[in-house]
């Protein structure tokens, strides 16, 4: 494998020559500059030398995306400690599992999470931060508590004049394959592994975004940060990558309602969009389709004349929707429905699907618009190499197999998950399926572990039948589960929509019956439903909003 270049030489130098830009934003907040972060970086490594920590340790973060958050895991890797970024949508059983394996010495918190954890549940805990001011709310150290006592004082005697750029001089990683931070997933399965990411695969995931779209963004362009920072995929694309480049990050610090990202699209008018498939739809659903599903529309859509012109003026407005000074839109997380996609393609919308594992820190395929192929989820990244194991590629779905500078060391203190997932020769065991075509583009076909056997011995892939049924009327959202030889679809209907219309819950059942039987024509005979119930609530999600599928097999 090659070698990687210091990734903390990258982020010292980014700091260095953007000293003077503005960083990091908290939308509708506080904005820091790149010499604010420094200093910010500087306090607590001043913070964790005086009170033990040591290069290696571990230091877990759990909170919303914030510019607290986002100092406070740079200096944890800029001072050689290990970060945990910690999902705040974990419940707090979970978030004391997490600290309490991967052994963190201390835990920066945001303002919901500390109201929620209870310190004596994490025993080998040193102290709990708070991520806006760096305040201690618990401490079981006296150095601790006296460093950050007189912080301000340790901070002014070590530069009596004043912080700056030739100050900033951070730990150069030993190599490549040292440990940078353990990311802790959910998954879909109920059991939460912890992903060691080496910082070999920051830095690759780094290069590689800045091949793609370093020629397409600049230092100073400014970047909004709605996917969780605590997840591998907001990370590196929405943060780490941008950090390095000398962007401007805004952190929507909030509840992501379409609402609410459609206002800040139009405020940050960002220069890249990254996005997992429900944030596109659900604007795309929202705010588009019901001002072209009208028969004026369909009329002026299917006359040849002037159908081109229709199409620019709809892909302008969705433009806007999105802020309008977005080179593409980049989409990843969970497969992309159809519908939402076949438009997409038709307006011509600049946008990409790419495909990646928090194993792979988390880019495998990308392709640029100008050459993504739809359906696909693009190709090989560079620095990575992706092969099916089937016999037939082209054809016969197999599990897509990735190898390469992104792949992880493993899975902390589990030998076992390790050796089932990476093999003797690298190559890291995805567990979805697909195929690949003559150009290299790879085609996601389904979870292996969501694979359904039919009455026969059909492999039947719930996602495909999903997907049809998510584009039919009344459907919000869908999840297929098999109960003896019979498939089910649970439904959660788009009940504002039935509420305007003044649907009741026969009516709904009676659509749902309809969508049924439209379905089972799409569909060959050993995967059609045999029923479709209503599901009242929403389906739980992981943080990059798959369905817990787990949750739903004995759903009755």
């Known amino acids: 494998m090659e070698q990687a270049p210091c990734f903390n030489a990258v982020l010292e ?5 953007n000293w003077n830009r503005d960083a990091l934003t908290d939308y509708k907040g506080i904005t820091l500059q790149y010499h604010d972060v420094a200093r910010k970086i500087e306090k607590l490594h001043i913070l964790f030398e005086n009170c033990g920590v040591n290069r290696g340790d571990k230091i877990a973060l759990c909170g919303r995306n914030s510019a607290g958050w986002a100092a406070a895991f740079l200096a944890t890797l800029a001072y050689g400690a290990v970060a945990v970024p910690i999902l705040h949508e974990f419940t707090p059983d979970q978030v004391h599992n997490i600290v309490n394996h991967s052994e963190a010495k201390l835990l920066f918190v945001g303002d919901v999470v500390a109201k929620s954890i209870d310190p004596t549940k994490m025993e080998g805990l040193e102290g709990i931060i708070y991520n806006p001011d760096y305040s201690i709310l618990f401490s079981r150290s006296e150095k601790l508590t ?5 912080l301000n004082e340790m901070f002014g005697k070590k530069y009596p004049k004043y912080f700056r750029a030739e100050h900033v001089q951070y730990y150069h990683e030993g190599s490549g394959d040292e440990l940078a931070l353990i990311n802790y997933t959910s998954g879909t399965t109920g059991f939460s592994k912890g992903v060691m990411v080496p910082y070999r695969a920051l830095w690759s995931n780094y290069d590689f975004a800045c091949m793609v779209l370093g020629k397409n963004m600049k230092p100073g362009d400014s970047v909004l940060s709605i996917l969780p920072m605590a997840h591998m995929y907001g990370m ?6 941008e950090f390095l480049y000398g962007c401007h990050i805004f952190f929507l610090n909030r509840v992501p309602s379409p609402a609410i990202i459609a206002q800040a699209f139009a405020e ?6 990254i996005a997992v498939p429900l944030v596109i739809e659900k604007i795309i659903r929202k705010k588009v389709f019901p001002k072209i599903q009208n028969n004026r529309m369909r009329l002026l859509l299917g006359m040849p004349v002037v159908n081109k012109k229709v199409r620019q003026m709809i892909c302008q407005e969705v433009t806007k929707a999105f802020g309008g000074n977005f080179y593409e839109v980049i989409i990843g997380g969970a497969a992309f429905n159809q519908e939402v996609e076949s438009f997409m393609r038709r307006i011509e919308f600049p946008y990409t699907v790419g495909y ?6 988390p880019i495998i395929c990308y392709s640029d618009y100008t050459t993504f192929k739809q359906g696909s989820c693009g190709r090989a990244v560079v620095h990575m190499e992706v092969k099916i194991n089937s016999r037939d590629p082209e054809n016969i779905p197999g599990e897509i197999l990735a190898r390469g500078m992104n792949v992880m060391l493993g899975y902390y203190k589990n030998p076992e998950a390790t050796a089932e997932t990476l093999d003797s020769e690298g190559w890291y065991h995805t567990g979805d399926l697909g195929t690949m075509d003559a150009d290299g583009n790879v085609f996601i076909r389904g979870r292996s572990k969501n694979m359904l056997l039919g009455a026969n011995g059909q492999n039947i892939y719930p996602e495909e039948i999903e997907d049809k049924l998510n584009s039919m009327a009344m459907v919000n959202e869908s999840i297929v589960i098999q109960e003896g030889d019979k498939l089910v679809g649970l439904v959660h209907p788009d009940y504002d929509e039935a509420k305007t219309l003044g649907f009741t819950s026969e009516d709904l059942s009676n659509i749902m019956e309809q969508n049924r039987v439209e379905l089972n024509n799409l569909l060959p005979s050993y995967s059609k439903l045999s029923s479709i119930r209503l599901h009242t609530e929403e389906f739980a999600k992981t943080p990059k909003r798959s369905i817990k599928r787990y949750l739903y097999q004995s759903a009755g």
């Open 236 to 241: 590196a694309f929405e943060f780490i990558f």
């Open 13 to 17: 130098k980014s700091i260095i020559d």
């Open 146 to 150: 006296y460093a950050r006592e007189h």
């Open 356 to 361: 990646g594992a928090t194993e792979c820190a």
């Open 268 to 273: 940050v008018k960002p220069a890249i969009i």
